[in-house]
C-alpha cells in the first residue's frame, strides 16, 4: 500500500457554552483533520486537537509537525511500526496520525477501525453520562439521562462547598438507584486531610470510583498505603509519571480504573496502558478530550475494540455549536451504536474546514 496523498485541513468550531479548562476558559475548539489516502483510492483520516492546559503542544506546533510527517510519507509505503516512525512528534499528533492510518489500512480491506483491529468486537458501547451546570441542572439532568436508560453518570467534585457536593452525590444516587454506576472526579482537588475526609464521606454512597482526589502523587500513594481505601481512578497521574513508574507504582492493585486520553498520549501508548490495565485488573477508560464527531468515533472504535461493556467517558458533543460532520454522532439510551456511523467519512462538512496547502 502506497500513501500517494497526505491533506490537512484546519477547524475552528464553536462551543455553546465556555468550558472551563484549569485556568483557562474556551469559547471554540480548534484543530486539523487530515486525510491519508493510497494509490488504490482508500483513505482514512484522523483528528489532531491538542487540548489547551492538558496538551504540552499547541495547534502552530501540531501543524509544523503534521507537515513534516506529510513530507516523510507521501509516495511512500504505509510504514509498519507506527510507534518507531512517530517516535519524536507529540501526542496529539500521534493520535491523529495513527488514526487515520489504521483508517486507511482498514477502508483498504472494506472494514470498519472496530472490526479491523477486533473481528469479534460489539460497536455498540455503553457511554457515561457527564453531569455538570449548577446544582439544580445537575439534578434536572441526572433524571432525564437516568429515565433515557443511561446506566453510569459522572460528577466533578472538588470545586464548589465540601457538604453542599456531599449532599449532591447522595441526590443523584437517590435519582439513579444502588444499581447504576456513579463516578466521581475530583481533578486534584484535594490536599491529604480535605481529601481523606471527603473520601471517608462519599464512601456511603457507593461510587464506583473516585477520579484523582488529591493535589499530589505523594499524597495518593499515602491514601492508598491505607487498608480501606475508596476505589481510586489514575487519569493525571498516568501522564505525570513514566509508564515504567505506573508499572512499579505502589499499590497499583488498588487502582480501579484508567481514564485513557489518546489525544493527550497517543493511540498507540493509549493501547499500551490497556495491555497494563488488564494485567492487573484495571478498567480501562477511553475518554475524550473534547473532540470532534470525527475523533469520537474514534475514540469509541478503541472503546468498542477493547471491551464495549466498560462505559465511557464521549458525552462531550452535546457542547458544541458546530462540528466538522453534517450529522454528528448521537447517543441514544445512553448507548453508542458505532455501525451507524461508519460512512461518517463521507459526512465531512468541508465547509467548516480549511485546506492547508503543503509544498
Not at 516523510?72 to 517516535?87: F, G, R
Not at 491523529?96 to 470498519?112: I, P, Q, R, T
Not at 465540601?162 to 472526579?185: H, M, T, W
Request: hydrophobic fraction near 40%.
Amino acid at each position: 500500500m502506497i500513501i500517494e496523498s497526505f491533506k490537512i485541513f484546519h477547524y475552528r468550531l464553536s462551543l455553546k457554552k465556555k468550558i472551563s479548562l484549569k485556568s483557562i476558559d474556551i469559547s471554540e475548539r480548534e484543530g486539523y483533520l487530515i486525510k491519508i489516502s493510497d494509490t488504490n483510492n482508500n483513505s482514512g483520516w484522523g483528528e489532531v486537537a491538542p487540548l489547551i492546559n492538558f496538551s504540552n503542544e499547541i495547534v502552530d506546533e501540531c501543524l509544523e509537525q503534521l507537515k513534516q510527517i506529510a513530507s516523510n510519507l507521501s509516495t511512500q509505503p504505509v510504514p509498519s511500526d507506527l510507534v518507531k516512525n512517530l517516535t519524536n512528534y507529540a501526542p496529539s499528533v500521534k493520535f491523529g496520525v495513527e488514526s487515520a492510518l489504521l483508517n486507511l489500512m482498514a477502508s483498504s480491506k472494506k472494514l470498519s477501525l472496530a472490526k479491523l483491529s477486533n473481528p469479534f468486537c460489539n460497536e455498540i458501547i455503553e457511554i457515561n453520562g457527564l453531569l455538570t451546570g449548577s446544582y439544580g441542572e445537575i439534578i434536572e439532568k441526572t433524571e432525564f439521562l437516568n429515565l433515557e436508560g443511561y446506566n453510569c453518570f459522572k460528577l466533578k467534585v472538588g470545586q464548589k462547598d465540601f457538604a453542599k457536593e456531599l449532599e449532591l452525590v447522595g441526590q443523584i444516587r437517590n435519582i439513579i438507584g444502588n444499581e447504576k454506576y456513579l463516578r466521581v472526579d475530583a481533578n486534584r482537588s484535594f490536599d491529604l486531610k480535605s481529601g481523606m475526609e471527603f473520601l471517608e464521606k462519599i464512601d456511603n454512597y457507593n461510587i464506583e470510583y473516585i477520579e484523582e482526589p488529591f493535589s499530589s502523587v505523594e499524597f495518593l500513594k499515602k491514601y492508598l498505603s491505607l487498608d480501606r481505601t475508596v476505589p481510586v481512578a489514575l487519569d493525571e497521574t498516568l501522564r505525570e509519571l513514566s509508564f515504567e513508574n505506573i508499572k512499579q507504582f505502589p499499590e497499583l492493585k488498588k487502582i480501579a480504573a484508567f481514564i485513557l486520553k489518546p489525544t493527550l498520549t497517543g493511540y498507540t501508548q493509549t493501547m499500551t496502558y490497556v495491555k497494563l490495565a488488564f494485567e492487573n485488573n484495571i478498567k480501562p477508560i477511553i475518554s475524550s478530550s473534547y473532540e470532534s464527531s470525527i475523533g469520537i468515533y474514534i475514540l469509541a472504535s478503541m472503546a468498542s475494540i477493547i471491551d464495549n461493556s466498560i462505559p465511557v467517558g464521549l458525552d462531550t458533543l452535546d457542547k458544541f455549536e458546530t462540528d466538522t460532520v453534517f450529522t454528528p454522532l448521537q447517543i441514544k439510551n445512553g448507548k453508542f451504536n458505532i455501525e451507524n456511523y461508519n460512512k461518517i467519512f463521507d459526512d465531512i462538512n468541508f465547509e467548516l474546514l480549511e485546506e492547508i496547502r503543503l509544498g
